[in-house]
């Protein structure tokens, strides 16, 4: 049984910062390229970043480029994401999620909460 569980989310003022964790079990994370997304009530869920199963190959949204880095621990099974200059924007639940090499994401973790006040 596949499972993603996302931690470190949390109510943070504007200007600081949060670091993500997912921990994956259930199937063969280095072979998995994993991925952050968002959804903050009332819009749909967004694409924030993502990172290969090698651990190169990173891709963020232009709206969190040069805030937020992704990184993994292969052997953790854990994938991060780092947020810092965070925005009242931000706020969202955050959710990882696994898909094997290039195919679609097929895993999805139960969210974490990111509040951010002004």
């Known amino acids: 049984q596949v499972r993603l569980v996302e931690s470190g989310g949390g109510l943070v003022q504007a200007g600081g910062s949060l670091r993500l964790a997912c921990a994956a079990s259930g199937l063969t994370f280095s072979d998995q390229r994993m991925g952050w997304f968002r959804q903050a009530p009332g819009k749909e869920r967004e694409f924030v970043a993502r990172?290969?199963?090698?651990?190169?190959?990173?891709l963020y949204a232009d709206s969190v480029k040069g805030r937020f880095t992704i990184s993994r621990d292969n052997a953790k099974n854990t994938v991060y994401l780092q947020m810092n200059s965070l925005k009242p924007e931000d706020t969202a639940v955050y959710y990882c999620?696994?898909?094997?090499?290039?195919?679609?994401?097929?895993?999805w973790g139960q969210g974490t909460q990111v509040t951010v006040s002004s």
């Open positions: 999620a696994a898909a094997w090499r290039i195919r679609d994401y097929a895993y």
């Open positions: 990172i290969n199963w090698s651990g190169g190959g990173t």
